[in-house]
């Protein structure tokens, strides 16, 4: 279809979420007959792909890939660098040039900006007014289609020290509603945070749900999963019920607090807990105390075969996250069969129903709660295979395939009004 699609993330990632969604959103627009690009920075999970200065030197600032080297999509690699305030994030440079080049030379129909506290989702509103003021004066401009979806977490005390904190709420306060001004769709990862995009300026009509989405290979590789691979490559014993964490290995997902309900179950030796994910700012901590203890097995990060394999294995996934926005992994869970304890945070307490296909606990400090959850569960396989079936039959609904095709019907829709 000749409606080309923009994702639009600061850079590329095989592990991290907001960047795996922008990418899956790009990847399935392609498999529906849309054509598209991702627009990113030169870093690829922190490292170069194409060095700033051959950029500078080519006298152009963007180098586009049909195939890009790292994630095998359309990719256009912007002129970029990163920032040392905020932490964690990359700026474009001369980007609304960027954005006037590439809708001369490829076109622009659907753009679709990710994240919050860089410069793509200012200058791209920027962008869209300019071009609509243009319009409104006289000076016939094509219809651009923009979206933003911020992936929102709260700016709270436990997760954010105070500096970051009020920096955020700033930016919050200052950028989102030049932003809700500008799009045409807000794509909001869980009603809960719909409900704050709308404390915050944006209008009911602008939210579209969007709940990150499960790609449809990856549902398939679970389909198709032996949990028998997993238990032989990682020496469990068969007839073992497996509790699993599945993430980065960080503060933020608290996978110490996992290990501290590992502990509860010591003697237990039905029971098998599994640490899997990239290490990060909790990795030594949780290894430390996971060699302490025979049912905890720490895998690190894991293919996607893996991860379907583990999935098939798991009797339970647990996740006591600090704040999440809504949490990927927990709806492979679920498509898996599998119920999910959580800590019941932001997005989380919206994705998983309490007693339906899951169970809510008081927080992520609650482990005494996630050790009574998990002995109900294990004590009464009809309950808990009663909230696996739940749990599979919601997660279905959100494969990316369905919800990119609704989103992008949408889009053409506005484009002609």
């Given at each position: 279809m000749d409606f080309k699609f923009y994702s639009v993330m600061y850079q590329t990632s095989n592990s991290k979420g907001q960047e795996l969604v922008a990418q899956r959103m790009l990847k399935f627009a392609l498999k529906l007959g849309y054509k598209g690009y991702l627009i990113t920075s030169i870093y690829h999970d922190g490292e170069p792909v194409v060095s700033d200065r051959e950029l500078e030197i080519s006298g152009k600032p963007y180098r586009v890939f049909e195939r890009d080297p790292r994630i095998g999509l359309p990719t256009i690699r912007v002129l970029s660098r990163k920032l040392r305030w905020p932490p964690r994030r990359i700026y474009f440079r001369d980007y609304i040039s960027v954005l006037n080049m590439i809708e001369k030379?490829?076109?622009?129909?659907?753009?679709?900006?990710?994240?919050?506290?860089?410069?793509?989702?200012e200058d791209t509103a920027k962008w869209i007014l300019w071009r609509k003021i243009m319009e409104s004066m006289g000076v016939h401009e094509k219809r651009v289609v923009f979206g933003h979806m911020s992936h929102f977490q709260p700016p709270t005390s436990g997760r954010y020290d105070p500096f970051e904190r009020t920096y955020r709420i700033a930016w919050n306060t200052t950028e989102l509603p030049s932003i809700f001004k500008a799009a045409d769709i807000i794509l909001a990862v869980t009603g809960v945070e719909a409900e704050d995009m709308i404390t915050m300026g944006a209008q009911p009509s602008q939210i579209f749900i969007f709940p990150g989405g499960l790609d449809d290979e990856e549902a398939k590789e679970i389909d198709n999963a032996k949990a028998e691979d997993f238990l032989e490559e990682?020496?469990?014993e068969n007839g073992k019920k497996i509790i699993s964490y599945l993430g980065t290995v960080e503060?933020?997902?608290?996978?110490?607090g996992v290990v501290q309900v590992a502990k509860m179950f010591k003697n237990n030796d039905d029971v098998v807990f599994v640490i899997a994910g990239k290490p990060g700012?909790?990795?030594e901590k949780v290894i430390k105390e996971a060699r302490k203890l025979r049912n905890v097995i720490v895998t690190g990060e894991l293919s996607i075969k893996q991860k379907a394999s583990l999935i098939k294995a798991s009797y339970l996934n647990i996740?006591?996250?600090?704040?999440?926005?809504?949490?990927?992994?927990?709806?492979?869970?679920?498509?898996?069969?599998?119920?999910?304890?959580?800590?019941?945070?932001?997005?989380?307490?919206?994705?998983i129903t309490h007693n339906k296909d899951g169970v809510h606990l008081n927080g992520?400090?609650?482990m005494q709660g996630a050790?009574?959850?998990?002995?109900?569960?294990?004590?009464?396989?009809?309950l808990r295979d009663e909230m696996g079936k739940n749990a599979r039959d919601k997660a279905k609904g959100f494969l990316l395939s369905t919800l990119m095709r609704s989103l992008l019907e949408k889009a053409r829709q506005i484009s002609q009004s």
């Open positions: 030379e490829i076109g622009i129909d659907f753009i679709v900006t990710h994240s919050t506290l860089w410069n793509g989702p990682f020496r469990i503060e933020r997902k608290n996978p110490a700012d909790q990795w996740i006591m996250s600090r704040i999440e926005a809504l949490g990927l992994t927990q709806i492979e869970f679920m498509y898996g069969g599998i119920p999910v304890v959580t800590s019941a945070t932001y997005g989380q307490k919206w994705l992520p400090d609650d050790y009574k959850a998990i002995m109900t569960l294990l004590n009464n396989e009809g």
